[in-house]
Protein backbone atom coordinates (compact mmCIF):
# COMPACT_ATOMS: atom_id res chain seq x y z
CA UNK A 1 0.00 0.00 0.00
CA UNK A 2 0.95 3.43 -0.80
CA UNK A 3 1.14 6.52 1.26
CA UNK A 4 -1.46 8.10 -0.65
CA UNK A 5 -4.04 5.77 -0.04
CA UNK A 6 -3.05 5.96 3.74
CA UNK A 7 -3.64 9.22 3.93
CA UNK A 8 -6.85 9.01 1.72
CA UNK A 9 -7.80 6.48 4.09
CA UNK A 10 -7.09 8.03 7.36
CA UNK A 11 -8.87 11.38 5.62
CA UNK A 12 -11.82 9.26 5.23
CA UNK A 13 -12.33 7.57 8.67
CA UNK A 14 -12.20 11.16 10.00
CA UNK A 15 -13.77 13.83 7.42
CA UNK A 16 -15.79 10.87 5.63
CA UNK A 17 -15.99 10.86 1.80
CA UNK A 18 -19.01 11.58 -0.99
CA UNK A 19 -19.18 7.29 -1.23
CA UNK A 20 -19.53 7.15 2.24
CA UNK A 21 -22.29 5.22 3.86
CA UNK A 22 -25.50 6.83 5.79
CA UNK A 23 -24.32 4.41 8.63
CA UNK A 24 -21.22 5.10 8.43
CA UNK A 25 -21.79 8.71 8.56
CA UNK A 26 -24.19 8.21 11.73
CA UNK A 27 -21.31 6.20 12.81
CA UNK A 28 -18.52 8.66 12.73
CA UNK A 29 -20.80 11.92 14.16
CA UNK A 30 -21.75 10.07 17.16
CA UNK A 31 -17.73 8.94 17.42
CA UNK A 32 -16.88 13.13 17.30
CA UNK A 33 -19.90 13.92 19.48
CA UNK A 34 -18.46 11.77 22.34
CA UNK A 35 -15.57 12.57 22.36
CA UNK A 36 -15.99 16.42 21.86
CA UNK A 37 -18.41 15.16 25.32
CA UNK A 38 -15.27 13.31 27.44
CA UNK A 39 -12.88 16.55 26.11
CA UNK A 40 -15.92 18.90 27.75
CA UNK A 41 -16.35 17.27 30.61
CA UNK A 42 -12.54 16.72 31.81
CA UNK A 43 -12.03 20.24 30.39
CA UNK A 44 -14.85 21.69 33.43
CA UNK A 45 -13.50 19.15 35.64
CA UNK A 46 -9.87 19.75 35.32
CA UNK A 47 -10.08 23.30 35.42
CA UNK A 48 -12.19 23.10 38.85
CA UNK A 49 -9.66 20.92 39.93
CA UNK A 50 -6.96 24.02 38.67
CA UNK A 51 -9.07 26.54 40.67
CA UNK A 52 -9.46 24.66 43.96
CA UNK A 53 -5.97 24.28 44.24
CA UNK A 54 -5.10 28.08 43.78
CA UNK A 55 -4.51 30.16 46.62
CA UNK A 56 -7.62 31.65 48.57
CA UNK A 57 -7.77 35.07 48.83
CA UNK A 58 -10.64 36.65 51.45
CA UNK A 59 -12.70 33.34 51.54
CA UNK A 60 -12.68 32.81 48.23
CA UNK A 61 -10.43 31.09 45.30
CA UNK A 62 -8.09 33.42 43.70
CA UNK A 63 -9.44 32.77 40.12
CA UNK A 64 -12.64 33.80 41.32
CA UNK A 65 -11.35 36.53 42.96
CA UNK A 66 -9.84 37.91 40.00
CA UNK A 67 -13.05 38.03 38.22
CA UNK A 68 -14.57 39.96 41.06
CA UNK A 69 -12.23 42.52 41.16
CA UNK A 70 -11.89 43.01 36.90
CA UNK A 71 -15.85 43.66 37.91
CA UNK A 72 -15.39 46.43 39.78
CA UNK A 73 -12.84 48.23 37.29
CA UNK A 74 -16.22 47.91 34.75
CA UNK A 75 -18.79 49.23 37.27
CA UNK A 76 -16.20 51.77 38.81
CA UNK A 77 -16.07 52.94 35.59
CA UNK A 78 -19.33 53.74 34.26
CA UNK A 79 -20.26 55.11 37.85
CA UNK A 80 -21.45 58.65 37.97
CA UNK A 81 -22.48 60.75 40.81
CA UNK A 82 -25.05 62.32 38.79
CA UNK A 83 -27.00 59.13 38.33
CA UNK A 84 -29.35 59.09 40.74
CA UNK A 85 -31.67 56.07 41.95
CA UNK A 86 -35.33 56.13 41.29
CA UNK A 87 -37.34 57.08 44.21
CA UNK A 88 -41.02 56.40 44.29
CA UNK A 89 -44.34 58.50 46.46
CA UNK A 90 -44.89 57.69 49.96
CA UNK A 91 -47.66 55.17 49.04
CA UNK A 92 -45.62 52.61 47.68
CA UNK A 93 -43.19 52.25 50.64
CA UNK A 94 -43.69 48.98 52.92
CA UNK A 95 -45.03 49.82 56.37
CA UNK A 96 -42.84 46.39 57.97
CA UNK A 97 -39.38 46.68 56.43
CA UNK A 98 -38.03 43.58 56.39
CA UNK A 99 -35.08 42.74 58.99
CA UNK A 100 -32.18 41.38 57.85
CA UNK A 101 -28.73 40.24 59.36
CA UNK A 102 -28.25 41.09 63.35
CA UNK A 103 -24.53 41.04 62.85
CA UNK A 104 -22.66 43.82 65.50
CA UNK A 105 -26.46 43.94 66.98
CA UNK A 106 -26.73 41.55 69.56
CA UNK A 107 -25.09 43.29 72.69
CA UNK A 108 -27.12 45.91 74.35
CA UNK A 109 -26.31 49.54 73.02
CA UNK A 110 -24.66 51.81 75.46
CA UNK A 111 -27.07 54.32 76.28
CA UNK A 112 -24.58 56.91 75.99
CA UNK A 113 -24.07 56.45 72.50
CA UNK A 114 -21.71 58.74 70.62
CA UNK A 115 -20.77 58.22 66.67
CA UNK A 116 -17.06 58.46 67.23
CA UNK A 117 -15.82 60.06 63.70
CA UNK A 118 -12.17 59.29 63.40
CA UNK A 119 -10.66 61.85 61.05
CA UNK A 120 -6.47 61.59 60.82
CA UNK A 121 -4.29 59.68 63.51
CA UNK A 122 -4.74 62.07 66.89
CA UNK A 123 -8.06 63.69 65.43
CA UNK A 124 -11.50 62.19 66.91
CA UNK A 125 -14.61 63.50 66.50
CA UNK A 126 -17.90 62.34 68.60
CA UNK A 127 -21.24 63.61 67.74
CA UNK A 128 -24.49 62.95 69.42
CA UNK A 129 -27.36 61.90 67.92
CA UNK A 130 -28.88 64.85 68.52
CA UNK A 131 -25.75 67.04 66.75
CA UNK A 132 -26.26 64.73 63.31
CA UNK A 133 -30.41 66.19 63.93
CA UNK A 134 -29.30 69.37 63.59
CA UNK A 135 -28.13 69.31 59.90
CA UNK A 136 -30.51 69.28 57.02
CA UNK A 137 -32.68 66.44 57.23
CA UNK A 138 -33.14 64.29 53.34
CA UNK A 139 -35.37 61.47 52.88
CA UNK A 140 -35.42 58.29 50.69
CA UNK A 141 -37.79 56.49 49.00
CA UNK A 142 -36.34 53.99 46.83
CA UNK A 143 -35.73 49.56 46.14
CA UNK A 144 -33.86 48.67 48.57
CA UNK A 145 -32.07 45.85 47.08
CA UNK A 146 -30.31 42.13 48.91
CA UNK A 147 -27.62 40.28 47.45
CA UNK A 148 -29.82 37.31 49.01
CA UNK A 149 -32.19 38.43 45.99
CA UNK A 150 -34.91 40.56 47.31
CA UNK A 151 -36.23 43.96 47.51
CA UNK A 152 -38.00 46.26 48.45
CA UNK A 153 -39.21 49.78 48.93
CA UNK A 154 -38.39 51.75 51.60
CA UNK A 155 -38.64 54.85 53.46
CA UNK A 156 -35.26 56.39 54.96
CA UNK A 157 -34.52 59.81 56.71
CA UNK A 158 -31.41 60.92 57.92
CA UNK A 159 -28.61 63.59 57.15
CA UNK A 160 -26.36 62.79 53.91
CA UNK A 161 -23.02 61.84 53.86
CA UNK A 162 -21.97 64.20 52.17
CA UNK A 163 -24.12 66.99 54.45
CA UNK A 164 -22.25 65.91 57.30
CA UNK A 165 -18.62 65.65 55.54
CA UNK A 166 -18.94 69.44 54.91
CA UNK A 167 -20.11 70.60 57.68
CA UNK A 168 -17.54 68.91 59.78
CA UNK A 169 -14.62 68.68 57.29
CA UNK A 170 -14.27 64.77 56.94
CA UNK A 171 -12.59 62.71 54.48
CA UNK A 172 -9.65 65.09 53.17
CA UNK A 173 -5.86 64.91 54.37
CA UNK A 174 -5.70 68.58 55.57
CA UNK A 175 -9.06 68.89 56.97
CA UNK A 176 -10.40 71.09 54.21
CA UNK A 177 -13.92 70.87 53.02
CA UNK A 178 -13.97 67.96 50.64
CA UNK A 179 -15.13 68.53 47.23
CA UNK A 180 -15.46 64.72 45.55
CA UNK A 181 -16.12 66.79 42.04
CA UNK A 182 -13.38 68.80 42.03
CA UNK A 183 -11.38 65.29 41.89
CA UNK A 184 -10.14 66.82 45.38
CA UNK A 185 -6.21 65.63 45.49
CA UNK A 186 -7.13 65.45 49.61
CA UNK A 187 -9.73 63.40 49.38
CA UNK A 188 -8.87 59.92 51.05
CA UNK A 189 -10.07 56.35 48.87
CA UNK A 190 -12.52 54.85 51.10
CA UNK A 191 -14.08 55.17 54.07
CA UNK A 192 -14.89 52.37 56.82
CA UNK A 193 -17.23 51.89 59.32
CA UNK A 194 -17.94 49.56 62.64
CA UNK A 195 -20.44 48.72 64.80
CA UNK A 196 -20.02 49.76 68.30
CA UNK A 197 -18.80 46.29 69.46
CA UNK A 198 -16.51 46.09 65.87
CA UNK A 199 -18.69 42.46 65.15
CA UNK A 200 -19.32 44.15 61.30
CA UNK A 201 -17.70 46.26 59.23
CA UNK A 202 -17.75 47.90 55.69
CA UNK A 203 -15.71 49.74 53.68
CA UNK A 204 -17.16 51.98 50.66
CA UNK A 205 -15.46 54.00 48.07
CA UNK A 206 -15.52 57.60 47.91
CA UNK A 207 -17.40 58.31 45.04
CA UNK A 208 -20.28 56.13 46.57
CA UNK A 209 -19.95 57.72 50.30
CA UNK A 210 -20.19 61.42 48.41
CA UNK A 211 -22.91 60.20 45.94
CA UNK A 212 -25.59 62.44 46.84
CA UNK A 213 -28.55 59.91 47.95
CA UNK A 214 -26.30 58.46 50.11
CA UNK A 215 -27.38 58.99 54.39
CA UNK A 216 -26.54 58.69 57.41
CA UNK A 217 -30.41 57.44 58.58
CA UNK A 218 -31.74 57.95 61.90
CA UNK A 219 -35.64 57.57 60.99
CA UNK A 220 -37.47 54.65 59.03
CA UNK A 221 -41.03 55.53 57.64
CA UNK A 222 -40.80 59.03 59.27
CA UNK A 223 -40.59 57.48 62.78
CA UNK A 224 -37.12 57.13 64.77
CA UNK A 225 -35.15 54.23 63.75
CA UNK A 226 -36.11 51.05 65.12
CA UNK A 227 -33.83 48.66 67.55
CA UNK A 228 -33.16 45.84 64.87
CA UNK A 229 -32.95 48.43 61.76
CA UNK A 230 -29.46 49.76 62.76
CA UNK A 231 -30.86 52.27 65.66
CA UNK A 232 -29.67 54.98 66.50
CA UNK A 233 -27.40 55.48 62.91
CA UNK A 234 -27.52 53.51 59.92
CA UNK A 235 -25.97 53.95 56.51
CA UNK A 236 -28.41 53.81 53.48
CA UNK A 237 -26.11 53.82 50.19
CA UNK A 238 -28.27 52.90 47.63
CA UNK A 239 -25.83 52.79 45.05
CA UNK A 240 -24.82 49.17 46.41
CA UNK A 241 -26.47 46.04 47.59
CA UNK A 242 -27.96 45.57 51.29
CA UNK A 243 -24.74 44.38 52.92
CA UNK A 244 -22.92 47.76 52.97
CA UNK A 245 -25.62 49.58 54.43
CA UNK A 246 -24.36 48.94 57.82
CA UNK A 247 -26.86 49.02 61.07
CA UNK A 248 -25.58 50.76 64.09
CA UNK A 249 -22.88 52.69 63.12
CA UNK A 250 -20.40 53.17 66.15
CA UNK A 251 -16.92 54.41 64.21
CA UNK A 252 -16.66 56.15 61.14
CA UNK A 253 -12.61 56.34 59.57
CA UNK A 254 -11.29 57.10 56.19
CA UNK A 255 -8.33 55.79 54.44
CA UNK A 256 -6.71 55.02 51.50
CA UNK A 257 -6.26 51.17 51.29
CA UNK A 258 -9.51 49.62 51.35
CA UNK A 259 -11.14 49.30 54.73
CA UNK A 260 -11.88 46.05 56.30
CA UNK A 261 -14.99 44.43 54.52
CA UNK A 262 -17.41 41.56 56.70
CA UNK A 263 -19.30 40.13 53.63
CA UNK A 264 -15.68 40.65 51.44
CA UNK A 265 -13.90 38.82 53.74
CA UNK A 266 -16.36 35.82 53.31
CA UNK A 267 -15.89 36.03 49.82
CA UNK A 268 -18.31 38.63 48.17
CA UNK A 269 -17.49 41.34 46.07
CA UNK A 270 -15.74 44.65 47.37
CA UNK A 271 -17.31 46.72 45.72
CA UNK A 272 -20.73 45.16 45.43
CA UNK A 273 -22.33 48.46 43.50
CA UNK A 274 -25.22 48.53 41.26
N1 LIG B 1 -24.77 45.75 61.75
C1 LIG B 1 -25.26 45.09 60.68
N2 LIG B 1 -25.61 45.79 59.58
C2 LIG B 1 -26.11 45.15 58.51
C3 LIG B 1 -26.23 43.74 58.48
C4 LIG B 1 -25.84 43.03 59.65
O1 LIG B 1 -25.91 41.79 59.72
N3 LIG B 1 -25.36 43.74 60.72
N4 LIG B 1 -26.73 43.11 57.36
C5 LIG B 1 -26.69 43.86 56.08
C6 LIG B 1 -27.53 43.27 55.07
S1 LIG B 1 -26.97 41.85 54.33
C7 LIG B 1 -28.69 43.87 54.63
S2 LIG B 1 -29.56 43.27 53.30
C8 LIG B 1 -29.23 45.05 55.32
C9 LIG B 1 -30.63 44.76 55.81
O2 LIG B 1 -31.20 45.87 56.40
P1 LIG B 1 -32.59 45.75 57.12
O3 LIG B 1 -32.44 44.80 58.27
O4 LIG B 1 -32.97 47.11 57.52
O5 LIG B 1 -33.54 45.14 56.09
O6 LIG B 1 -28.44 45.44 56.41
C10 LIG B 1 -27.06 45.33 56.26
N5 LIG B 1 -26.45 45.90 57.42
MO1 LIG C 1 -28.21 41.61 52.43
Known sequence: ?????????????????????????????????????????????????????????????????????????????IYSLSDLVPEYPVSQAVKNARVNGFIGMRSKLDSLWQLTIIRGSGDTL????????????????????????????????????????????????????????????????????????????????MPSMFHPQTLLCYELNGKTLPMNQGYPLRLICPVKYGIKSIKRIGTIYFSDSRPRDYWYERGYDYYSGL
Open 126 to 205: KLTLDDIKKLPKTELIFDFKCVEGWSQISHWGGVRFSDIAKHYQLGTKDRSTPDIMQNDEELYGYTGFYTPDSAYYVGLD
Open 1 to 77: MNWRKNIVRIKSFFFGNKEESINRKITRRTIYSFLSLIFLYSLSVYSWKWIRKQKSEQGIYQPLRKVLNSNETVFSK
